[in-house]
């Protein structure tokens, strides 16, 4: 299975202000899923970030809030904009195995707390 | 979009007892349901997976089995042991999660009891 890190692993942040976090995996792959999960909660699909293209949002997830940047097929960041305390989350990203496999496998996670 | 119901939200066994979690899609073209396990401040594990042609599919204690008519999975867990305790996240997923995005369910908390 491939090799995720993300960075930072969690951060405490003031609200009103901005928190880009890092997915890097240790091979190419033309897919890269950024996931939320709330206190407690399931995860729940950001935004599908592709290399060469503007991601893909989920229904409640916008541009402004949540830029993604994906400059190559190993690295992709996620932007938290103006953070409110309900953005108190785990950030996670994930990564298909790639082939005829269908797995997908997950960072270790960002835990993002805002005051 | 897809909506994936999970079921039960805690389920809390004995050892050596069997452990099952169901959950339902509404969406007949999802053809890919994997099961994830999460620990405590961990990132959330694929144990077992399931595709639409197939009916059943065992791995050890684990088994998944999946109803396409009915629009059902299921996860069984058998033999349980305390370090089995976690919480169980089911998924669907239209085309295979490499070309996908996976929809979750809403988890279950499985305590396995000493």
């Known amino acids: 299975s491939a090799v995720i890190s993300q960075k930072p692993s969690r951060d405490i942040c003031q609200r009103g202000t901005s928190l880009t976090i890092q997915c890097q995996v240790d091979s190419q792959v033309t897919m890269m899923f950024w996931y939320r999960q709330q206190p407690g909660q399931s995860l729940t699909l950001i935004a599908t970030a592709n290399q060469g293209s503007e991601a893909t949002y989920e229904s409640g997830f916008v541009i402004d809030k949540f830029p993604i940047s994906r400059p190559n097929l190993t690295f992709s960041t996620l932007t938290v904009s103006n953070m409110s305390p309900e953005d108190s989350s785990i950030y996670l990203c994930s990564v298909p195995a790639g082939g005829y496999r269908n797995e997908q496998f997950f960072g270790p996670g960002t835990r993002l707390t805002v005051l | 979009g897809e909506n994936v119901e999970q079921h039960p939200s805690t389920l809390s066994v004995q050892e050596g007892d069997s452990a099952v979690i169901k959950c339902t899609y509404s969406?007949?073209?999802?053809?890919?349901f994997p099961w994830y396990k999460q620990e405590l401040g961990k990132r959330p594990q694929l144990i077992i997976d399931?595709?639409?042609?197939?009916g059943e599919k065992k791995d050890q204690r684990i088994a998944v089995t999946l109803n396409k008519t009915a629009k059902h999975f299921s996860l069984h867990i058998t033999e349980t042991q305390p370090e089995d305790s976690a919480v169980y996240f089911c998924?669907?997923?239209?085309?295979?999660?490499?070309?996908?995005?996976?929809?979750f369910g809403q988890g279950t908390i499985l305590t396995v009891h000493p």
């Open positions: 969406d007949s073209a999802s053809n890919y």
């Open positions: 399931i595709r639409s042609n197939v």
């Open positions: 998924a669907a997923s239209k085309y295979g999660a490499s070309y996908g995005k996976l929809t």
